[in-house]
Structure formats: C-alpha cells, structure tokens
C-alpha cells in the first residue's frame, strides 16, 4: 500500500520542471502562444539577505504561485518572473564588518534565495531571473537617471537631510525612528549637504486625480493620497515690524481676521531675520532639539511646543501687530514653512494657543482676494535620492574643475563600481568610492561651445548613489526583456505583457508605489511606453506573525525557515497550502504548528484518495458536490479568498470519503488542488491520466432540490417550510400547500383578505 511522501513526490516534479521548463515564455509571443490571452503577475521582489527566506516571504510568493498556476490551467500565456533587490546597507555593512564584498555575499545570498524557491515548486520562469546590482541591469537604472536628467526632473541642491553618523549615509525619514538609525539604533541628527532629487512633484496632481481609478485596495490608495497631500488655499504676505517680510500658505484665507499669531517652522530659512538679539539663543536650542525629530513625530506630537522669536508682523486684515513663533508642528516642506494661527478655526491652533496664552478672538469671514494670492500646494516633496553608499548604483554624473555636473555620455554606460579593499565611508562622509581613486577621474567628451569641436575633459565622478527605490521604480519592465543588451526595455515585449495584470505586497504602501507610478509617468510622455498606470491589480496582504503574534524578526529568534517545514517531513506542498489557508489575505496571521499538521492531514486523504481507493462510482453520482466545489473555488481564487478555497476543498474531501468516488471526482479534486500543492496534485493526475486544465462547473447541478420558503403573516415571519424547487412554478398549488400547514392554520383560521407571492424571493405573505 502507498503512502504520501512529500518529499519524494516534490523532488520527483521539482527535477521534472526544471528540465522541461514549462513556465518559460517568450519576450514576444510567436505562434498559437502570441493569440492567448496574457496575464503577468509579479510580487514585490525581495531583498535577498543571509539569513534567506521566511515564511513571511512564503506568504507573498506562494499568492502569486496559485494565481499563475490557476491562469495557466485556464488555458493563459501567463509570465511569472523573479527578481532580487540586492543594493543597500545591510551588504555593505556586512561588507565593513567582516571584509567581504557585498558582490560575493549578494552572489551567495541569491544562490541560497533561489534554492530555497526552487524547493517550494514556484512556478517561476527562471531565464527571466533580475538582480539589480548586475552591471547588465544597473547599466539601464542610470541610463533612467539620465532622462530625467535631460528632462530637469534630476536635480542637485543643498537641503538639511537626516544623517547617520555611524552607517554615514543620508536616511529617508521613514527610516528614523524615534530619532534614530532604523538600522544600526544610533541618534541621528540633521546635516545640510547637497543631494540629488528628483522632482515628483511635477506629476503630484495626475498622481493624485488617478488613484480611485485604480483596482488597488482602499486603504492604501488612502495613504497615497494623503502622502501627496494636496492643499488649496493662498499666500498671504504678512510685513514684519523690523521691515521685512513673511509670506504665510493657508487653506482658509477668509479667515484672516482671526490670525492672532504667526508660526514658522524650525528649519524655515529666512528664521534668522526673524530672530531678535533677545531670543535667538533660546531659538537656536529649541531648533536643533526639533530637528533631532521626524516629522511623522513632531506631527503626532499631543504637546505642543514652541518659542516666541522675539519679532511681530501686521495683520494686514486687522492692522493689529501679532506675535512670530517658532514650533514644530508646522513643516518646512508644507507650502512655504509658515503658517497664520487661527485659533477660533483650527484645532492645532487652539491648541497651541492654549499653552503659550495667546488670543483667541472670533472670526469675520472675508473676501480675501485683497490680502493674498491663490496657491496650491502638497505635502509631498521631491523625493531624495542620493545616498552615501558604496554598494548601490553610480550615479552617473561627473563634475569640471568649477564643480558643475555633466551627465556622463550614455555611451560610457554602465558606470560600474570599483572594487574598493575598505568598505567604510570616507572620514568627510562620502562613501568608500571616493577611496578609489583610479576610478575617480574619467575622460568626457565636451563640445567647446565657441567652435564646436569637442575634445576630451578630465572630470571627477560623483561617489553618491542612487536610492534603492530607483532600482525598483522600473523593474517590472525590464522582467519584458530582462537581457535585452539595446535598451531597457523591449518596446513590442512590453506593449504585449504590460502593464502588470497583478502585483502583489505587503510592505512599500507609499514610496515604491508612488515612485513606480510617477516613473511610468514619465516614461510614457517621453514615447517609451504605451501606457500611464504600470499595475492593473494590487493584492496588499497581512503578515505572518511568530506564534505569540509578534513580528518576526531575526534579532528576536522567532524567524521559522520554511526550509525546516519542508524538512520536518510535511513538504512544500504542506507549508504553500497552510499559508493560505491561515487566514483572509488582507490580514494578518499568527503561525500556528498545530495548524500545520492539520493540513499535511488533509493533503494525506487526498493522496489517500487517489492511491488507496477504488474508483467504481458513475461519474453522475457525486455530481452536485462536485459542480458545487468547482464553482467555490473558482470563485474564491478570482476573488483571492484562498482560505475559503481551501476550506471548501477541506470539505470536498470530506464529502468522498462518505461516497463512493468516481476517477471524474479525484481529477477534480487534483485540478482544484494544483494552485496550491503542485507537487501532489501533478502526481494524482498523472496516476489519473488526466490532463490539467481548469474544470468548468454545470450550472444543472447546482439547482437545488429543496429551497425553504419564508412565510408571513401581515409582514411577520411566522414560518419557513421546505418545498420542492418545482413547487416554486405552480403558484395556486403552493398557496394551497402553506395555507394548509399547522403553522400558519392558527392565522389563518377566521379566513384572509389576499396572499402576497414573491417568487424570486422565495416568500409568500398573508394578510389576515
């Protein structure tokens, strides 16, 4: 007698697939291929560090697995690409601590990465394998850089960035956290440098006005639009008693009246001419202690702060002298860094007002058009991208001998990282490419602009890099051609698999998300691509949780290898089908060991089913079941409700071992079971000899035999009687059936005035 071995089964299949590679497609579909309908599904591509995959990354890609697997049964030219994040600080600082390169540890991370993959059957086409930090992909991430220099949406200037003193590199303010590093936990401060940008702003409002397009979840479309943070309203300039000006942004311009006080923001540049001899010491203290802050926190902050700056300016409503301040709750970034208290209207105001004792007075509305001058303006800024790292992709820039930027000539491209023998940044905090110094200088060609000669010009290259979200802001193009050596991307490979059909995450709600779709914005008005959105379909799910439902993380020992699931002898097949069985996708789960065994039980009685079992029954017998299943699972893999696909499988295999079963039974049962435990199902289908296209359900199977009918008596419910589906055609014979039942005889007894028959409804009502 057999009996299930997952292991046996899996690598038996997994050797299968890998020799005859069938999830491999072509850039451009040719033949009976190039008439299917397509559908490319991806996951946010991991970083691909030692300790390898979770189960959490388990979650993420065993999604996109059933998905590929149940488009590809139907009968779809379905792409399903893979690719790896691999630039950032967590090989470099690898790199600092144990002297080995972040090239050989991401080699070896990938290799481990792709192994781990490969044992838990994803059904991914492997020749169409990324890595960002591969000159042959990292050649196109600056080639990118490069139209948006030309087009000025890449710039350089001076800004107060956070600054870690000790992983020396500039943060994202995501990236700090209760005023510190994310990553190695020390106290960050603020460091004015200058840094590269580019200027999302300029697609802020097409961003904005095509989020509720999007199939994407709402709470996430939410978040995007709050981070761009759209404002209408008017700068109102206020003069200031020392004979200067300040220009204030409000959304409530009729409310000037009622501004008792003005507050600028601590990094607000034109402060130290606001500033009296009095308080600038006091000022300066209270700024730098504010600047030690996120703006997430100094947002959140329930106790409000400030510093009077020893300076007044005019109302120019009211002519009346009001007082400047100085807190954290106004941002330099929001409109121009100073804002007109109003504290009758605006709770922060009120607030703020409360604590320093300053004046509350009520507010005449008024036509403001004689104050101020309309404005829009947005909470978000252009996004940062330069980065003080050795490992990430050169920005391709050099400077002359005055230090003016040239783009580096495309033909030079790529600009690939010297090997350096000390990792550390420099002791001005550049990173460890400005220790190397032959790579340094380079010769670029420069049109003399007087004769029209060129001639060649030493210039220094720039030693940042770029932001790890520019290499993902274009990747899932390059998944089209991803070894075209012409151009980033395949123009025909992409007008036929693109936009991506679905995509699916659960981190990068905001940044990766905005930076792709302002990206494929511009790519698009530039000719290089057919469409403006590059994702049709977003699945954001949950995570999975350690079992005490804390996240898991590797400093607190409660990371589960998948690879030790597998190897515990439940399979790959086991581990993929508990992940989405553990609960709804959007949210998220604890790990639960019993739970697991609970599935290797089920997938155990379905191999039982198929290898122990005599299938005598006639293929009608156990039709209704059957049909009935097909649908629900269909249906809840359209929708991503996996879990109760799975629990209706649960239940199918329930309802066989009560029946004799027919081959017509298992072979549903092992197509229905592909998306989530490939391994096992193949091997019941090929017992079965059956093929694996998606089975279609008979909607005469599904009619009932019985319904329950509501009745009531004056819109009461006074019962509910089974009848015979058919019944439901004859109405005289019906009312003639209920008006008889004992229920209703006691309402019915002293005679009626009419009945009420609502057959769609299934319902039939009495008036007594």
């Not at 388990?58 to 790896?84: A, E, H, S």
């Not at 200088?441 to 029209?452: H, Y």
């Not at 009745?711 to 008006?739: F, H, M, T, W, Y």
Request: charged share 30%.
């Amino acid at each position: 007698m057999e009996r299930y071995d997952p292991i046996r089964i899996e690598e038996k299949w997994q050797q299968k697939w890998e020799t005859e590679k069938p999830y491999q497609v072509e850039d451009v579909p040719t033949g009976t291929k190039a008439k299917l309908p397509k559908k490319m599904i991806a996951e946010m591509f991991p970083y691909p560090s030692g300790a390898g995959l979770h189960v959490g990354h388990v979650r993420n890609f065993t999604i996109v697995d059933v998905l590929t697997r149940f488009y590809v049964q139907q009968g779809m030219n379905v792409m399903r690409p893979f690719g790896y994040d691999t630039f950032g600080l967590p090989a470099e600082n690898y790199a600092i601590k144990t002297g080995t390169s972040p090239k050989e540890a991401t080699a070896i991370n990938i290799a481990n990465f792709r192994k781990q993959a490969k044992r838990l059957g994803y059904a991914i086409d492997w020749d169409r394998e990324i890595n960002t930090s591969s000159p042959e992909y990292y050649k196109w991430t600056q080639w990118c850089f490069l139209q948006l220099y030309k087009k000025g949406l890449a710039y350089r200037k001076e800004s107060y960035q956070w600054w870690c003193p000790v992983d020396q590199t500039v943060l994202a303010n995501e990236q700090v956290e209760d005023g510190k590093c994310w990553r190695c936990g020390h106290e960050v401060e603020k460091k004015k440098m200058k840094q590269w940008f580019f200027k999302i702003t300029e697609y802020a409002d097409e961003l904005l006005d095509e989020i509720d397009a999007l199939d994407w979840p709402e709470k996430i479309k939410t978040m995007q639009k709050n981070w761009i943070g759209k404002s209408v309203g008017a700068e109102i300039e206020f003069d200031i008693v020392n004979g200067t000006k300040l220009t204030v942004f409000t959304t409530r311009p009729d409310t000037i009246k009622g501004a008792t006080f003005l507050v600028v923001a601590p990094e607000y540049t034109g402060l130290k001419y606001i500033v009296t001899d009095d308080t600038r010491e006091e000022v300066e203290k209270y700024c730098a202690e504010a600047l030690k802050k996120s703006e997430v926190e100094r947002q959140e902050n329930k106790e409000k702060t400030g510093v009077f700056t020893g300076s007044y300016a005019v109302n120019p409503a009211t002519k009346e002298k009001i007082p400047i301040w100085v807190a954290d709750y106004v941002l330099a970034g929001y409109g121009t860094g100073a804002i007109m208290g109003v504290p009758a209207m605006d709770e922060r105001d009120r607030e703020f007002a409360e604590k320093m004792n300053l004046p509350v007075v009520e507010v005449e509305l008024v036509d403001f058009g004689q104050y101020g001058t309309p404005k829009t303006t947005y909470k978000m800024r252009d996004w940062l991208i330069s980065r003080q790292r050795y490992w990430g992709c050169p920005i391709p820039i050099v400077y002359d001998a005055e230090g003016n930027p040239h783009p580096i000539p495309e033909e030079q491209l790529p600009v690939i990282i010297p090997e350096v023998e000390d990792y550390q940044p420099d002791s001005s905090g550049r990173s460890a490419l400005a220790k190397a110094k032959d790579w340094l200088k380079v010769e670029i060609p420069v049109k003399d602009a007087k004769t029209g000669e060129t001639h060649m010009e030493t210039m220094t290259r720039e030693t940042d890099t770029l932001d790890g979200y520019a290499c993902s802001s274009w990747y899932l193009w390059r998944y089209a051609s991803p070894h075209d050596t012409e151009a980033a991307w395949d123009a025909e490979a992409i007008k036929y698999w693109e936009p991506v059909d679905i995509y699916v995450g659960a981190d990068h709600a905001v940044a990766h998300l905005l930076y792709v779709r302002f990206w494929c914005k511009f790519f698009a008005d530039m000719g290089f691509l057919p469409f403006r959105e590059p994702i049709k379909k977003l699945i954001y799910h949950g995570y999975i949780n350690a079992p005490d439902g804390k996240k898991m993380s590797k400093s607190k020992g409660n990371v589960i290898d998948p690879l030790d699931v597998i190897n515990d002898g439940y399979g790959a097949d086991t581990l993929r089908t508990y992940e989405m069985f553990i609960g709804p996708v959007e949210l998220d789960a604890a790990w639960n060991p019993r739970s697991v065994g609970g599935v290797y039980r089920f997938l155990n009685r379905c191999f039982n089913l198929c290898f122990q079992n005599e299938k005598t029954a006639k293929a009608d017998d156990n039709a209704t079941v059957r049909n009935k299943t097909i649908k629900k699972v269909t249906e809840d893999i359209y929708k991503c409700n996996f879990n109760t696909a799975v629990a209706a499988l649960m239940e199918y295999v329930n309802e066989l071992y009560k029946v004799v079963v027919s081959r017509e039974d298992l072979v549903v049962l092992a197509k229905l079971l592909k998306p989530f435990a490939p391994h096992l199902a193949s091997e019941m289908l090929e017992k079965l000899e059956a093929t694996d296209e998606w089975p279609e359900w008979d909607e005469k199977y599904l009619v009932e035999d019985t319904v329950e009918l509501v009745v009531q008596v004056n819109g009461k419910l006074r019962a509910n009687i089974a009848i015979e589906a058919s019944e439901l055609d004859d109405e005289k014979s019906l009312l003639e059936k209920v008006l008889k039942d004992e229920k209703i005889q006691k309402y019915v007894k002293d005679g009626y005035k009419k009945t009420i028959f609502v057959k769609k409804a299934k319902l039939v009502n009495i008036v007594v």
